[in-house]
């Protein structure tokens, strides 16, 4: 048996995490079969077993493991066909845009859909959500989500070096989607889950490229269930 | 002819320049013979071949190349014994980790040994590169240098990823030097050459391992001449 835990809205077909995108898209890029089990803030009790607080947490048979990159060099190691890596190299430099990615991706996003984020729980994982992250934010949710046009520039510069590559192959990782797509794009599912705010312009390349991965895999990603 | 045109102070065998370091390494794990041009700051004149106003500049029997990144991808395609890179997947890795090299690493240090680099200048080029830099940090090079010591800290922080790789692998491209290995190590030679302030702690990880890129090549990069 092989299970995926995720966060999920009131409505626990909402699956919004950016961690657990990049884990669902990489057990999909392995071919392996799992069973979704969808969780609020709240319900902690269940990932007990990984000894973790956050999702993702893959339970493998029996084998527990936390955290969306180790999870995806537990998939590379346990199942190397298909590697999500490729090559000890790529890994390496892999846990460098792990951290890149977070900065540079999903911490400009979460202002941009914090208040989006907040609709779509129900009213105790929604008190929790707006205590918790009114405090990291020192502002109200909407505060710091409604300026959220005038953050698009900056985050749309931080996004440069991709387009770069984008010009070049036609995935990030190249001429096939593996590690650092998913990454990239399990982030990007986030705000395409939760908001109607689109962050990427339809001339951008990585719109084209966004399309591409939600293709991937009989459409999987653009078959999801959409909070707006 | 294989000519690498460099970086100097008045000093002409005082080579500083992070990317002059990165590119000359990548020469060096490449095995290629080359003689080193060293320019002043205001030496603009031998790089008009390759259409640059900046160091590194390969010329390779007449192929002018200019910008570290780029002569790193130059090497492998005309050269393809001992990658750089290795993968498809590690380049396009490598287009976003040269940009995190450059804001996490070359960024952060350079405030810690600006005015120090003042120093090792001829008069021209030392009013030239006060002018310039004071107009960037908007402070004197001394103002800009004083605190370093209470900068150490946070830089040390931005490093903690590539440490966690050095736990697992003896380079940071895996069991050999590669790219990534060059990147950072070129970067480090800058307080190296240039000043006796020491970025790194003798118990880091990462000073170990730059002991180990020190004697590469027959240690070239530790016989380079230092500036104090």
Known sequence: MRQLFELCGEDRDICFSPYVWRTRMMLLHKGLEFERVPLWFLEKEPLAPANSKTVPVLNDNGTWVMDSFKIARYLDETYPEKPLFGSETALNQAAVLNTWTTKNILMPIFPMLVADIHAVLDAENAAYFRKSR???????LEEAQSPRDEMLPKFGK???DLRTILQETPYLSGQAPAWFDYAVFGTLMWPRVISNFEIL?????????REKMLDLFDGHARKAKLAY
């Open 134 to 140: 009114e405090g990291f934010l020192g502002k109200t």
């Open 158 to 160: 931080s996004l440069q």
């Open 201 to 209: 312009a339809e001339d951008d390349v990585l719109y084209a490229w």
